[in-house]
């Protein structure tokens, strides 16, 4: 069978090392031709791919065209699937702006339509709501047929979205933790004698890194013979501080390639993750995986993920996040308590192999039933 592998529309975020993952992990299922289609936010994924006999990489940006946001149609797309007779289409994550004329698989990870009830949602500006709108009527019109990285979330997708066909396939850290050898060692951060609280994330306002400022104020004010430092992969433009003195704990990184990620993790202490909505973010099986003990939020989505394997704090209580780093940074015991956790919980996740196969099986039903 032929499958169109669409990652046309990503452009930021967790998605592109998802799509990595999965486009790497073709390599070992030459039973079908792949047609892989690659935003220009994945050109280094191109050269992982483009000397596999079975893939056939394209580099492609889909366009914000009336055409396309109006009609769902894509020429180039299109032509494709007609070119390489297409037996079923994956959107690696949606919403879609174009819609295949052939079975088509879209992921689904936009928390924001399904979690009512996180504390995000309360301090959303009209136009974020509005964007909301119009992402589930993409969500809608684009396919009938999702899959999903939480097994929570998708008991509530036909909630929403009416009569559709959903799968589950879980997240997991990139393959790339598991091979040492080819790990990037750009970022070999300053010695430094004290806990090192890492956190992986771009600067969206679910995230909620706006708490970090506060954190490390109540720290010095309340805990001045504590040392640490924030290891943040955003600018320091996205961080403006009350209190320049406030900047001497956070080493901003900016932008960081996966291959870097685990390098960072064996330099830090701990991770510390303060979003406040998610259907799945990668960095909790990748902190499981390179034994760090995770701070995360109290809310349903982080232990239906993390289960044991997280200390918990009240999600906007800066206060409870930084007494949370206090008590996972001074006992040992607890830390250690959260990393042998955190080994048993990856077990309950799809790995990447089993990530893709699933995937693929999907593509297989889908495209005969």
């Not at 930021?12 to 039973?31: H, R, T, Y």
């Not at 959303?124 to 929570?152: M, P, Q, V």
């Not at 955003?234 to 900016?254: A, C, S, T, W």
């Not at 080994?343 to 196969?357: G, T, V």
Request: a positive charge.
């Amino acid at each position: 069978m032929v499958f169109l592998i669409n990652c046309s529309n990503l452009k930021a975020g967790g998605g592109l090392q998802v799509a990595d993952s999965i486009c790497c992990m073709l390599k070992e299922i030459p039973q079908h031709q792949f047609v892989v289609i690659l935003s220009s936010a994945l050109k280094n994924v191109y050269l992982k791919i483009s000397n596999t006999e079975h893939i056939i990489p394209i580099t492609y940006d889909i366009k914000n065209s009336l055409y396309t946001l109006l009609l769902g149609r894509d020429s180039f797309l299109d032509n494709l699937v007609i070119r390489y007779k297409v037996n079923s289409v994956l959107t690696v994550f949606g919403p879609s702006k174009w819609i295949p004329k052939c079975p088509h698989l879209c992921g689904f990870a936009r928390a924001q339509l399904i979690l009512k009830d996180s504390p995000y949602l309360q301090h959303c500006t009209l136009k974020e709501k509005l964007s909301f709108i119009i992402w589930k009527w993409a969500f809608k019109r684009s396919s009938k047929i999702f899959y999903t990285e939480n097994d929570s979330i998708s008991k509530k997708i036909p909630e929403h979205f009416g009569k559709v066909k959903v799968y589950t396939v879980t997240n997991y850290y990139n393959q790339v933790f598991d091979h040492p050898e080819i790990w990037g060692h750009k970022y070999s951060l300053p010695k430094f004698n004290g806990t090192t609280i890492l956190c992986i994330s771009t600067f969206s306002k679910h995230k909620n890194l706006q708490i970090i400022p506060l954190i490390i104020k109540y720290l010095r004010e309340n805990h001045p013979n504590f040392s640490f430092r924030f290891v943040l992969t955003i600018n320091k433009d996205n961080m403006p501080v009350p209190d320049e003195r406030l900047y001497q704990h956070i080493l901003f990184l900016g932008k960081i390639d996966i291959a870097e990620c685990p390098y960072l993790y064996e330099q830090s202490d701990i991770m510390f993750m303060p979003t406040l909505m998610e259907c799945f973010t990668a960095t909790y099986p990748e902190a499981m995986r390179m034994e760090k003990p995770i701070i995360t939020t109290d809310l349903d989505f982080a232990h239906g993920l993390c289960g044991n394997a997280a200390y918990y704090f009240e999600s906007t209580n800066y206060r409870d996040a930084a007494e949370a780093i206090i008590k996972v940074s001074s006992n040992k015991e607890l830390s250690q308590r959260l990393i042998e956790f955190g080994k048993m919980q990856l077990k309950k996740f799809d790995n990447y192999n089993q990530r893709a196969e699933k995937l693929v099986s999907i593509l297989e039903e889908i495209a005969i039933s």
